[in-house]
RNA sequence: GCUCGGGUGGCGGAAUUGGUAGACGCGUUGGACUUAAAAUCCAAUGGGCAGUAAUGCCCGUGCGGGUUCAAGUCCCGCCCCGAGUACCA
């Protein structure tokens, strides 16, 4: 017998050079596709974590060809990104050295583990094949503007043919707030430049100077997901607020639509309630305040316009842009501080000081909608510019926040609620009734609500409104590793690079560092500047030249390339398209998605609304391209810790630790064996300050560490490394063990100890298929009832265990067939060989070895899965309800076939009828052919 | 704080969705084989009580109530853990 490693090269061998795994863009078979999300390439390769989510796609993927289906299982890198870049920084190196380096480390891990992946349309973001359609729609998004009345993004062009015919007043766009009305007399009057500007606030990608979340120490600009808790996910870095002109995605234009399909969406409820935190639909009115001496208005969302009543000031945020304006000569000073210190403010200061409530009056006043009243506005940070019309109308006696503020700054407080003490704090229950409220007094917020919003469009004075909290997402990065924008600047305004000259590659420099006037390191290229009539990129120095323009230096986030790639696969050599029509309408989406679910607010929403943007413009079929997605829980390794008696170099074993005043050190878990014992010669030889160390060790003369569950990483030295696993048990047996160690949603500690389990259960099925002497043998004598029952019992349970992914069980019901028929002895084709089927999607290199011993052309692929079911029918088992006089009290399982008299009897021997009865012989028992049992008491 | 998950042996986890709780695996204990160890195989393994024994009984799914012939599963009220989010008006 040969030894698994040996066994999984032979066959990996076999799959690469026979294509095994490719998939056909033409076929007779129902499609599958089945998707893992693509890694970033890093260069600690991978650990036993890694795989998890591979291995779970892989068995499906594996399955679902033994069903007949044509499956796309392909597999690719998101190879743009900022280690490389960082690693290139401090070492010149190219990052697409480096890229290359670790991608073929990849590669090579991946391959070791048996993934049956069509490598032949492996995409790689960096790589500039892929990045030229990266680029392209880009510009189709640059090219489109969203029409609120057709509810989908439509060609520029369109919109500049309404702006001539008519201006734009008629026009119902997601466009920049700021944008004016103008008429088509206006439009014609406009320069080129004011035309471009002006298209600029409508189109789905746009340039516009905004607020971004800015880190000096990555030097370049996050996206709202990349910050967390106020400092940049990647370092921890802290993050400013800072005013740059970026390229921005017009997300918002899609937020109804995003929030709307989730609903078609078999996600986790979990991964759908994040994106819908995210998009944070909520329905209110808008509601117009006039100012007091001036001419504008102060406008406000809000949720609960049934509480207009209650309003006693205003409050705008720091940066509104009426504060200037409206702020009295006397106020001037504290205002203008106030504002000057909130802008300085990092957004975690602004996060950790958020308890205390802190503003200024500006000493200007609104006027009452209803009431005509004087109200007082003031600014305070509680109130956030980027969310809603960044003001407020506050309401202390409903909103626990107003509240505090108005307690801080003694402002006086109207109850507007029936029955509610409002001393400690605001009521926020909505069903409170409402008092002190004019025409809603003695309502609810359930009918106040409606009826306020009635009441303010009929005046005029305000309109119903959804508010999403998603805002339009930064697009430009100070980066060089990524791809370039195919934009140039003409007079300030940006001008595409013709489609036919894409890609715009990305230039060499000298320097991956910003250049020294802080602009990003493509002005360190030289070669970067576009020439309008020769239509080239040419040398910067010749920019003076009047058709020489400089190009974009910022380059694209992270999610560029990550938001279609899944489209990509489906045609990945297409040089023309970014794929073929022909193609995505035959593998149209992905059926099953595998992935992370730290995903959910990053590439998992930006992703939906590129698809969206495709399909509206006539690109892809399907506004969802990935309905059914299973996110795999993470493997935490299991750390150890030894434990050194504080002030000394001395370490006493787990057990004795109490008795000394200790602090635990992180121990490399590969000196420590499945009984916890440390190996104290490895331990000493580790690292010199411990070549000294004393041990105080136990009875038993053993050294002890304790465990404890912690994320996988290196620093925490508890990484196990999945080729270590396959070179000593084999990729089957890590397969299985990944898989067996619980339900793949759900993160759980990582414990080699518990290989042995699965490892043995391999050996024992491969002995199935071997005699005493150790000779392959399988004999064609009739299976007998014990055995089909066994066989066929475990194919049902595996098959739709597989189909809900829970995979442990199904290794668990395999582990009980293999025991039963060891214990039996079996040596029957008829039921050995439909088993190795059985168990290739999960051990796919010992079935492949099995099946050519058995005499079958290699490749278990054509296995015909479908025949069983029959077979399975005749002997599989079924529930029998039970009822007492016709009232359903329990179910039995027992065969299919059970005769009458058999289940007659089950019922009787059942404990439970006993005890029900008390003891009493039934009347009589009745079986009905629809297969209910009903006793007669 | 809010939202969504989840609490079952020494451990990872099962339980066909209201029907014999603890499948399967690890670990532990005992046994077989062996000069010995490893490997392998067999048996036991939630707790308690009674019995020489086969076996029988009681208690047990975070806590307290409830519905039901029957609750890990459903309802009400708590406690704890994890994830996401955070002044979103």
Redesign the pocket.
């Known amino acids: 017998m040969k030894d698994f490693p040996a066994i999984d090269r032979k066959w990996q061998k076999y799959w690469a050079e026979n294509k095994t795994f490719k998939a056909d863009n033409h076929s007779d078979k129902p499609k599958m596709y089945v998707l893992d999300m693509f890694p970033y390439p890093s260069g600690a390769g991978l650990h036993v974590g890694h795989p998890l989510g591979y291995i779970a796609s892989d068995i499906y993927a594996r399955y679902k060809r033994h069903l007949g289906y044509n499956v796309l299982h392909p597999m690719g890198y998101d190879s743009f990104g900022l280690p490389a870049e960082q690693y290139a920084v401090q070492t010149g190196q190219h990052p697409a050295i480096t890229t290359e380096q670790n991608i073929r480390r990849y590669r090579e891990q991946m391959d070791r583990i048996g993934l049956s992946f069509d490598w032949d349309r492996e995409i790689r973001t960096s790589d500039l094949k892929y990045y030229k359609w990266t680029q392209w729609i880009f510009l189709q998004l640059f090219k489109h503007w969203y029409n609120k009345k057709t509810d989908r993004a439509e060609p520029i062009e369109k919109l500049i043919e309404i702006f001539e015919r008519e201006g734009n007043a008629g026009v119902e766009a997601h466009a920049n707030e700021d944008t004016p009305v103008f008429t088509a007399e206006q439009w014609r009057r406009m320069s080129e430049k004011e035309k471009n500007e002006m298209l600029l606030k409508y189109r789905l990608t746009y340039l516009a100077e905004t607020e971004v979340n800015w880190c000096p120490a990555l030097g370049t600009v996050l996206a ?2 990349e910050v ?2 106020g400092v940049s996910e990647r370092g921890g870095h802290p993050v400013y607020k800072k005013k740059m002109r970026q390229w921005i995605m017009r997300i918002t234009a899609y937020a109804e639509r995003l929030h709307r399909d989730l609903d078609k969406l078999q996600w986790s ?2 991964l759908k ?2 994106q819908r ?2 998009i ?1 639909r ?1 329905e ?1 009115a808008m509601i117009t305040f006039p100012l007091k001496n001036f001419d504008d208005n102060i406008e ?5 316009p049934d509480t207009l009543f209650g309003v006693t000031f205003m409050v705008l ?1 720091p940066e509104h842009p009426l504060v200037e304006k409206i702020t009295a000569p006397g106020r001037r000073e504290q205002v203008e501080k106030y504002v000057e210190a909130a802008k300085r403010k990092s957004e975690l200061e ?2 950790a ?2 308890k205390e ?1 802190t503003g200024e009056f500006t000493g200007a006043y609104v006027l009452h909608p209803f009431t005509g009243k004087e109200i007082p506005v003031w600014i305070s ?4 510019a980027g ?2 019309t ?1 003001a ?2 506050a309401v202390p006696a409903g ?1 626990q ?1 107003d509240w505090e503020f108005a307690r801080a700054m003694n402002i006086p407080i109207i109850n507007i609620f029936e029955e509610q003490d409002i001393e400690k704090g605001a009521n926020e229950n909505k069903d409170a009734v409402l008092i002190n409220s004019d025409f809603l007094n003695g309502l609810q917020a359930k009918e106040a609500i409606p009826r306020m919003i009635a009441e303010l469009e009929k005046r005029k004075l305000g309109k119903r409104k959804i ?1 999403y ?1 998603l805002r339009d997402a930064v697009f430009s990065r100070q980066r060089y590793w990524g791809e370039p924008f195919p934009m140039y600047y003409k007079d300030g305004v940006p001008y595409p690079i013709p489609e036919k000259h894409l890609p715009l590659e990305l230039p060499e420099v000298e320097d991956y560092k910003p250049t020294p006037d802080g602009r990003p390191p493509l002005g360190n290229a030289r070669i970067w500047a576009w020439d309008e009539a020769n239509e080239k990129v040419v040398d910067k120095a010749l920019i003076d030249h009047k058709t020489v323009f400089p190009l974009e230096l910022n380059t694209m986030p992270g999610w560029a390339g990550s938001s279609w790639y899944f489209n990509r696969y489906m045609d990945p050599w297409n040089d023309r398209e970014p794929f073929s029509q022909e193609a995505v309408n035959y593998w149209r989406k992905v059926d099953l998605y595998f992935g992370g ?2 995903h ?2 990053g590439h998992l929403i930006y992703s939906r609304f590129w698809q969206k943007f495709l399909y509206d413009i006539g690109l892809v079929p399907e506004p969802e391209y990935s309905v059914k997605l299973i996110n795999q829980g993470m493997i935490l390794g299991t750390s150890a810790f030894a434990h050194r008696v504080e002030g000394t170099n001395t370490f006493v074993s787990a057990g004795l630790k109490d008795q000394y005043k200790t602090h635990p050190v992180h121990v490399d878990v590969n000196m420590v064996d ?2 916890n014992a440390l190996d104290i010669e490895a331990f000493r030889n580790w690292r010199d300050d411990l070549k000294n160390a004393e041990f105080i060790t136990e009875d038993d003369g053993k050294f002890y560490v304790t465990r404890e569950v912690e994320k996988m990483s290196k620093s925490k030295f508890n990484v196990v490394n999945p080729d270590d696993i396959v070179e000593q048990y084999g990729a089957d047996t890590l397969r299985l063990y990944e898989m ?4 793949i949603q ?4 990582w ?1 080699t ?2 290989l ?6 391999v ?2 099925f491969r002995k199935l298929y071997y005699d005493d002497q150790g000779r392959f043998r399988l004999t064609d004598r009739e299976p007998d009832a014990d055995e089909l029952r066994i066989l066929h019992g475990t194919i049902r349970k595996v098959r739709t265990d597989i189909e809900n992914f ?1 995979y ?2 199904a ?2 019901a395999m ?2 067939a293999v ?1 039963e028929l ?2 039996r002895k079996t040596d029957k084709r008829a039921i050995l060989e439909p088993l190795i089927v059985l168990i290739a999607p999960f051990a796919p290199h010992l079935a492949e070895e099995l099946w050519e011993l058995a005499g079958h052309q290699p490749s278990v692929c054509r296995a015909p899965y479908p025949e069983w079911d029959e077979k399975y029918l005749q002997s599989a088992t079924k ?1 029998y309800p039970v009822s007492f006089n016709g ?5 039995i ?1 027992l065969p299919a076939d059970a005769s009458k008299d058999e289940i007659e009897q089950a019922v009787l021997a059942h ?2 009828t006993a005890k ?1 009865l008390g003891g009493k012989q039934p009347r009589k028992i009745i079986v009905v052919p629809g297969r209910i049992v009903n006793i007669v008491v």
Request: charged share 30%.
């Open positions: 709202n997901d967390v808790n409820d979990s309630e994040m935190n995210w944070g909520s209110g406000v969302f809000t949720t609960r945020a602004r996060m000081e958020s409530k940070d509680y109130v956030l969310y809603g960044g407020i109308m909103d926040r508010q909290k679910s730290e959910a607010t499945e009984h067996f160690l619980g339900p759900i993160a759980k500690p414990n100890a518990g042995k389990g699965v490892y043995n259960f050996k024992k829970d442990n069980t290794i668990s582990m009980i025991n060891t214990a529930e009232k359903m009290r329990f179910k399982t404990e439970r029900y």
